[in-house]
């Protein structure tokens, strides 16, 4: 059983800058890879960006490409998201998960353990 903990999220401004941490408990976070995904109001779920366990990232969303950067803390029970150049379109609530040992980074059914979620809200 992993817990998984989001933290970072909060108000910014167009343009500004967040850095998101995911924080595990009970296993360690470097044995699995890691997906961040974003839900943002009366959306679906969509995938952010991925890590493989050794640290290589797996890739981003067209969305996010240029802006966001994810990558595993010196902490070896964290992965960071950092997102700048932050838009209002980007407002949602954020998720770390967990993924399993087989199917694509983008597809959120092939991740097991979730976090509950860190709102970032951009203003314009």
């Known amino acids: 059983q992993v817990q998984l903990v989001e933290s970072g999220g909060g108000l910014a401004q167009t343009g500004a800058s967040l850095r998101l941490s995911c924080s595990a408990s009970?296993?360690?976070?470097?044995?699995?890879?890691v997906g961040w995904f974003r839900q943002a109001p009366g959306k679906e779920r969509e995938f952010v960006a991925g890590i493989s366990s050794n640290g290589i990232v797996a890739g981003y969303a067209d969305s996010v490409k240029g802006r966001f950067a994810i990558s595993r803390g010196n902490a070896e029970n964290t992965v960071l998201l950092q997102m700048n150049s932050l838009k209002p379109e980007d407002t949602a609530v954020y998720y770390c998960a967990t993924k399993i040992s087989w199917g694509t980074y983008y597809s959120d059914t092939n991740y097991r353990y979730w976090g509950r979620g860190t709102q970032v809200t951009v203003s314009s």
């Open positions: 009970g296993r360690t976070l470097s044995s699995y890879a």
